[in-house]
């Protein structure tokens, strides 16, 4: 029974966050309809979600495409197909890693900090004084962030498609001896536009999805220091976890 | 016959937290341009009134009337429309802390599209008047406690409020910084004829800024009185609460007797 009664609680749980995170992309979604949008906070925020995220997601990006070569190559190499190592960087940046890996470090990185910055804003009753001030605390913290999420995520895996693929060049090219211009070509040779905006389409989800589960945990904080120490663990881990179930879904969907 | 209609006027108010009853049918009527006290112990729904009518917490029932409109009946877009007429000073001052003083004090104009120039200046007349010259460009974070209070104080009444509400408005300041802040608050209420509605533990301040004292105690109004009458009243509660004895009606001074047990070596 006991065991029972905690799997009951732990499902209530889990249906009540996942109510929390719908209200707030439905109110965000009925907000963005109606001024003021906060064009400067929404600059603001895409600077701290793209702009301050490039190192770490190019350096992502360039390592991830690197070892693609070189374990794609160790592969090939046994059966003299090494022509096909640029298909598979290329196609595995443009389609798969390059949108999740992003979507995974961007989570960790602006997921946690929305959560912390809002979690603080809440326990310190700031973000009751926006309201008594005749501000919509929605509208001036979430909405920005969620949108700044939502549109700097394709950008930055356009970046990092690039650089996925011009690491598993270098590998190819400068270490394993192969020839630069087969493997320009062989690049883009089986590669489609939808396979690129397929990625576009998944990193705009998932940036959304680290938006919203990141001000959500922030803005529905309680208990001090340490509530907001959990919103922010959570928020990484939930949002991680969704990119990752929602990543299976979408492709699903597209290709389907 | 021409009966003065209450500015604020709460009748029924319940709000309970799980089980814990915190309001149980709160009536109570705030005349215009009054000065109505709230006192109380701890954890007796002081805090949870005040953002009841703010429109921070739902209350379970009752209602909240404002110059005769309910606004808990308002949708979200009119309860914020209404919140520019108020003005909140939080307990721990609640400044934004991404934002420089004059920001944070002009914050509510701003938001309405005042230009920005005159909110700043709007800001540091604001803040001159608080005793805080030239401190606009600071971050909230460089600030003192006193100072801190003050700026807060400055962001409640820089749009022009009509009703302020002060939650324990010198609670944790000196006792010179806390003369400070009743004088700014009796001057504010005496100058301007704003509606205030404070929240304290603060005898001494109780006394000096208000017309009305009301005390909340095991979720009702218990008493309402005056402030000369805090000398002569009679009522054990409230007498117990203003000479702050652990004995009396509300008895605490079982508490912590066993307390060398506890650090017994």
Redesign the interface.
């Known amino acids: 029974m006991k065991f029972l009664q905690s799997f009951g609680a732990l499902f209530e749980a889990l249906l009540t966050q996942l109510g929390l995170y719908a209200s707030t992309l439905g109110q965000v979604a009925k907000l963005i309809f109606t001024a003021p949008r906060y064009p400067r906070f929404i600059l603001n925020q895409a600077e701290e979600v793209g702009v301050q995220s490039l190192p770490v997601v190019l350096l992502t990006a360039l390592f991830t495409g690197m070892v693609l070569a070189l374990q794609s190559y160790i592969v090939f190499h046994r059966f003299a197909a090494e022509s096909m190592i640029a298909v598979v960087v290329s196609l595995s940046m443009v389609r798969e890693l390059g949108p999740v890996l992003v979507g995974l470090m961007v989570a960790g990185r602006i997921g946690a900090s929305f959560a912390a910055e809002l979690g603080t804003m809440r326990v310190s009753e700031q973000i009751d004084a926006l309201w008594t001030l005749s501000t919509n605390p929605m509208r001036y913290l979430i909405m920005p962030r969620v949108i700044a999420a939502t549109l700097m995520l394709p950008l930055l895996v356009v970046v990092s498609d690039f650089i996925g693929i011009y690491g598993g060049y270098a590998i190819s090219v400068f270490m394993l001896d192969q020839n630069p211009a087969v493997y320009l070509e062989k690049s883009t040779e089986f590669m489609e536009l939808k396979d690129f905006y397929s990625g576009l389409v998944k990193a705009a989800f998932f940036g959304m999805l680290i938006g919203v589960i990141g001000c959500t945990e922030g803005f529905n904080c309680k208990g001090g220091a340490a509530g907001v120490g959990k919103a922010t663990t959570r928020a990484v881990v939930i949002s991680c976890m969704s990119i990752l179930i929602f990543d299976y879904f979408l492709t699903a969907w597209m290709f389907g | 016959m021409n009966i003065e209609q209450p500015r604020i006027k709460i009748r029924g108010l319940s709000k309970r937290f799980e089980d814990k009853v915190i309001l149980d049918k709160v009536d109570l009527d705030i005349m215009p341009g009054k000065s109505m006290t709230v006192i109380g112990m701890s954890g007796t729904g002081k805090s949870v009134l005040i953002?009841c009518i703010?429109?921070?917490l739902k209350p379970d029932s009752g209602e909240i009337l404002v110059d005769g409109e309910d606004w808990l009946a308002l949708n979200?877009q009119e309860q914020?429309?209404r919140?520019?007429r108020?003005?909140?000073l939080?307990?721990?001052a609640?400044?934004?802390?991404s934002l420089p003083v004059w920001e944070n004090v002009a914050?509510?104009l701003l938001?309405?599209g005042e230009n920005k120039n005159t909110a700043r200046e709007r800001a540091s007349e604001v803040l001159a008047w608080v005793g805080l010259p030239n401190i606009e460009d600071l971050m909230p974070s460089e600030l003192s406690g006193g100072m801190a209070k003050r700026v807060g104080l400055a962001?409640t009444i820089c749009?022009k409020p009509d009703i302020v509400?002060l939650d324990e408005p010198t609670t944790g300041l000196d006792p010179i910084m806390s003369d400070v802040i009743n004088r700014l608050i009796v001057r504010l209420h005496k100058g301007s004829g704003t509606t205030i509605i404070s929240i304290t533990h603060d005898m001494k301040s109780a006394a000096m800024i208000s017309d009305h004292i009301a005390m909340l105690c095991h979720g009702r109004i218990h008493r309402q009185i005056t402030p000369d009458q805090l000398d002569s009243d009679q009522d054990p509660v409230l007498r117990q609460f203003i000479e702050g004895r652990a004995e009396g009606p509300v008895n605490c001074s079982a508490w912590g007797k066993d307390i060398e047990e506890a650090v017994k070596r």
């Open positions: 953002k703010l429109g921070l979200q914020l429309k919140m520019r108020v003005g909140m939080f307990q721990g609640a400044l934004f802390d914050f509510a938001r309405h962001r749009h509400f």
